[in-house]
């Protein structure tokens, strides 16, 4: 069985062919600037490693030239579309809707697009998505959605709820819904498995710490709470979100500097963060040079950091009622020893004590434990893998059919 699994966003297409029977990816890609002027398309396997550029006006036009490079005579991996046993695509915002992975119906399709206004920038590209490959594909090639939310549907009432007038939950279903789902239920299924324990007897906290960055808590499996919010903007600092602050501050700077929400939206979701603060870049590389060479600022903004993925792992310690695991994940959890080094050094007061060579050994897709047998808690860097997740998702469903 080989399942594509799709990533639309507005302007661009991920995609991944994988076979279901080792799970090896055997052509993967990414469709950029769509519906624009330079549009190209990348396409890789284990013998060819191609971009070019080629006009791609809208996302089925996309599908095509994906479908074309997978079925290329030189460089296909498929003979016939037929190999393709079904797409699975990931769609960011299920809202209550959608508490696990499903069969796309028109009604799904219909559904993701009325949960637009919770994310504009998301959903309505997933649908488009979604209907470009059933264009593509046809009618005879199942189409599933797994969304980002879902993970996290277990959270309870007094997690997700925030302190507003109730009304606003009833009328526009303002709450928390959080992100990265398939990610932190992908990396928390493997710690229990290299713990040697079933999910079920265990409480961890799973970092996802990328250019989005989030943090959840899960006792037993199931999402107890999490960082992100009603948009991906909530939590800690990411690479150009600011994360958290005081609702007042964005009223006082909109009066101050007179923007508009659309305006102060852009800010706090594309100009803050590390970008921000470092006034460098939102990339850790370049603001890890910048410290190294003495820039203030570069310094502060990965204190911050430190500190605030530290304080929230706190919390959840106490969510939790105690933790047997935690996991490092995603570019940054997955790259950069020293984030993880001076998150750990914050929990000493935990128990966590961190075995620096093995830390420094885990880098450029190195796994591994990065706790001492000492250590109260079990840390370790597990990579992520959120299309196997869609992947083996979509299987699961197509064999029920």
Avoid at 106 to 127: F, S
Avoid at 134 to 151: I, K, L, R, S, W
Wanted: hydrophobic share 35%.
């Amino acid at each position: 069985m080989k399942i594509l699994v799709i990533n639309a966003g507005s302007s661009s297409l991920k995609y991944q062919l994988i076979d279901m029977t080792d799970e090896s990816v055997i052509a993967k890609g990414n469709c950029e600037r769509i519906g624009g002027e330079g549009s190209v398309i990348g396409y890789k396997t284990d013998t060819a490693d191609i971009k070019k550029e080629v006009p791609m006006p809208d996302h089925k036009v996309a599908f095509m030239q994906v479908k074309d490079m997978l079925l290329d005579p030189e460089v296909g991996v498929i003979k016939e579309l037929s190999e393709v046993t079904a797409v699975g695509h990931r769609v960011v915002q299920g809202g209550k809707i959608f508490h696990e992975s499903c069969l796309v119906t028109p009604e799904v399709i219909e559904n993701i697009k009325k949960l637009g206004p919770l994310a504009p920038l998301h959903n309505p590209a997933n649908a488009l998505g979604i209907e470009s490959s059933e264009e593509v594909f046809g009618a005879d090639t199942p189409q599933v959605v797994v969304f980002d939310t879902a993970f996290h549907s277990t959270m309870p009432e007094k997690a997700y709820m925030y302190a507003i007038p109730y009304e606003y939950y009833e009328k526009y279903s303002i709450r928390r819904y959080g992100f990265h789902g398939t990610s932190h239920r992908f990396v928390s299924q493997v710690m229990a498995e290299r713990m040697g324990k079933d999910i079920k007897d265990l409480k961890l906290i799973t970092c996802h710490i990328g250019n989005g960055s989030s943090i959840t808590a899960i006792d037993g499996g199931k999402v107890i709470d999490t960082t992100m919010g009603l948009t991906p903007l909530d939590g800690f600092m990411m690479g150009t979100r600011s994360g958290a602050l005081d609702p007042s501050v964005v009223t006082f700077i909109a009066e101050k500097e007179n923007m508009t929400p659309a305006q102060m939206d852009d800010m706090l979701n594309k100009k803050s963060g590390l970008l921000g603060v470092s006034g460098v870049s939102s990339d850790d590389r370049d603001i890890s040079a910048a410290e190294a060479e003495g820039n203030e600022r570069a310094k502060l903004t990965h204190e911050m950091l430190y500190y605030q993925i530290a304080k929230y792992v706190g919390s959840f310690y106490v969510a939790l009622g105690g933790c047997d695991g935690i996991v490092f994940t995603a570019g940054l959890g997955e790259n950069q020893p020293t984030l993880r080094k001076e998150v750990c050094n914050y929990l000493k007061c935990l128990g966590v004590e961190i075995d620096e060579a093995a830390n420094d050994a885990c880098i450029r897709g190195k796994e591994g434990k990065l706790s001492t047998d000492n250590s109260k808690i079990r840390v370790e860097l597990i990579a992520t893998n959120e299309e196997l997740v869609i992947a083996r998702d979509t299987k699961a469903i197509v064999e029920k059919l």
